[in-house]
């Protein structure tokens, strides 16, 4: 089982900064990814940025270049700095891992930026 805690999401004008950050709990070993998602009001959760056991990372191409994904190195901790942020990027902001092929959410933290 695995269990997460995202924190740091709140209000900002656009082109600042947040960094949201997942407590890791659990069977942290057997987590193979790990990742971002987010979910706007009336739309569909998207995928935002994930990073492998290995280090790899990705992101989606909206973001690219703005958000950064990161951990600790114990794994225990999961990061999202986002810089220039702009209102499009408003949503419910969710941390996913991936253990065994089973997918794990946390609760969701807000970020809401203003025009």
């Known amino acids: 089982q695995v ?3 995202e924190s740091g999401g709140g209000l900002v004008q656009a082109g600042g900064s947040l960094r949201l950050s997942c ?4 069977s942290i070993p057997t987590i193979s990814s790990m990742g971002w998602y987010r979910q706007a009001p009336g739309e569909q959760r998207e995928w935002v940025a994930s990073i492998t056991r290995d280090g790899t990372t990705d ?4 973001v690219k270049g703005r958000f950064i994904i990161s951990r600790d190195d ?3 901790t999961v990061y999202l700095q986002m810089n220039f942020l702009k209102p499009e990027d408003t949503a419910t902001y ?4 991936i253990r065994f092929g089973t997918h ?9 930026v203003s025009s």
Not at 23 to 26: D, E, I, L, T
Not at 59 to 62: G, R
Not at 104 to 112: K, L, P
């Open 3 to 5: 269990q997460l805690v």
């Open 23 to 26: 407590a890791v709990s659990g």
């Open 59 to 62: 992101y989606k191409d909206s």
């Open 74 to 76: 114990a794994r225990t």
């Open 94 to 97: 969710f941390c996913m891992s």
């Open 104 to 112: 794990y959410w946390g609760q969701g933290t807000q970020v809401t």
